[in-house]
């Protein structure tokens, strides 16, 4: 959760709008929202992990290589990770990169993804 100074919790989530998704000045207003708001220190790099959604099947050991390597990448390069914020295939696996190193926390991750496949997403609007 996200504390304002007064003390109020920020949501560790926000909706964008989809007309905000084709503007230069929406792409930035997210930017200040993740920098300021959140306090999230700017990127020096970012990290997009694409693929399938499907569960799938690796050798254990490319898949621990895979997480190591994605979480020294990323903790090195102070950079953030982008997903398609799901918990299936590859994005399950960043997931579990960052949770299972000792400075995970230390290490921005950003899902992306449509409003429509949320689960009790009807939980998270403001009436």
Sequence with gaps: ?????DGTHQPDYVRIADDMLNKKS??????????SRW???KP???????????DFQCPPELEKRFKRGLARAAKSTDAWIFTGG???GVMKLVGEAVRGTSF??????????TWGIIKNREQLTVT
């Design 39 to 41: 306090r999230l220190p």
């Design 104 to 113: 995970g926390s230390q290490i921005v991750t950003v899902g992306v993804t």
């Design 86 to 88: 799901t918990n299936t």
């Design 1 to 5: 959760k996200f504390v304002e100074e």
């Design 26 to 35: 929406g792409a930035m207003k997210v930017m200040e929202l993740l920098e």
């Design 44 to 54: 020096n790099l970012l990290i997009s992990v694409t693929g399938g959604a499907q």
